[in-house]
């Protein structure tokens, strides 16, 4: 393999990426992969700064450009400082959340369009695109649902109406069926295990796809 795998994953917040993304890491541990996990906005000293500023919920008068504008520069620096080195170490590279975060929430959510927020995320991205992209399918309501089952404190974004959140989710359904190639819609009203199963399926034919 000339270049490592890169895997993302997305979806509304609590549909179950975390517990996903440690059962992917552990399996392509167990094939001999070297792998590395991040998430985002964050993953490096200068985003997980970002970070903060865009999640805490005294800034709730940012615009939602400048807010893209935030993510996509996390984003810049994650790739630019971990994702291409990594990848071209040839290291699994997981990412909770990427590029089609940004679509979604600040193209569709906030309604600043897709093709706008692409434009500026071309940069930050680089021509580094997931080779998989799992979106876990759970709709707003329901992950509004688990997000109150929990007992989260909601921070900045996660604390909008529930229209923001129906809005990304009809974004990220829209943006797989756009790109069905790369964007594999995942049923997670289901066991973790048989969510796993299906994401291993995905995973596996890529890799023997790429020895080929
Ligand atoms: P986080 O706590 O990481 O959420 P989750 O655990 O659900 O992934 O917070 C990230 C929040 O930022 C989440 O509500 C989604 C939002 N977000 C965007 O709006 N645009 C983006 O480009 C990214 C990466 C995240």
């Not at 970002?50 to 520069?73: H, K, Q, T």
Request: aromatic share 8%; charged share 30%; proline share 3%.
């Amino acid at each position: 393999m000339s270049r490592g795998i890169f895997i993302t994953f997305e979806g509304n917040d609590g549909s179950g990426k975390t517990t996903q993304i440690l059962l992917l890491s552990e399996y392509l541990k167990q094939k001999g992969l070297e792998v590395v996990t991040l998430r985002e906005p964050g993953g490096t000293t200068i985003g997980e700064k970002i970070r903060e500023i865009l999640l805490d919920n005294r800034n709730r008068g940012m615009s939602p450009v400048a807010e893209m504008l935030l993510y996509a520069a996390s984003r810049a620096q994650l790739v630019s400082e971990v994702i291409k080195p990594e990848l071209e170490k040839n290291r699994a590279v997981i990412c909770d959340r990427f590029v089609d975060s940004s679509l979604a929430y600040q193209g569709v959510g906030r309604g600043l369009g897709v093709n706008n927020v692409w434009v500026v995320n071309r940069q930050a991205v680089d021509d580094c695109l997931p080779d998989i992209t799992f979106f876990m399918d759970l709709d707003a309501d329901a992950s509004m649902a688990r997000r109150i089952a929990k007992g989260e404190e909601a921070d900045r974004i996660e604390s909008e109406k529930m229209d923001f959140h129906r809005r990304v989710y009809s974004g990220y359904l829209e943006l797989s069926r756009r790109y069905p190639d790369r964007i594999k819609r995942i049923d997670v009203n289901r066991s973790p295990q048989e969510v796993f199963a299906e994401i291993r399926g995905y995973v596996d034919e890529f890799l023997e796809k790429a020895e080929r």
